[in-house]
């Protein structure tokens, strides 16, 4: 899941929710999108 650093805890919380295990965060230098907003993403989390 791609997201900016503002949906970061955001996308952390649905990662926990629907997985049930402690998410994987890391930084990314892709040019992909928020997947809440139109921002640049910073993160991809993920498992």
Request: hydrophobic share 40%; with cysteine; charged share 25%.
């Amino acid at each position: 899941m791609y997201c900016c650093l503002e949906h970061v805890e955001l996308a952390l919380d649905i990662a926990v929710d629907e997985q049930e295990t402690a998410p994987v965060l890391e930084k990314t230098n892709e040019a992909d999108s928020c997947e809440f907003c139109e921002n640049q993403a910073i993160y991809v989390v993920g498992n």
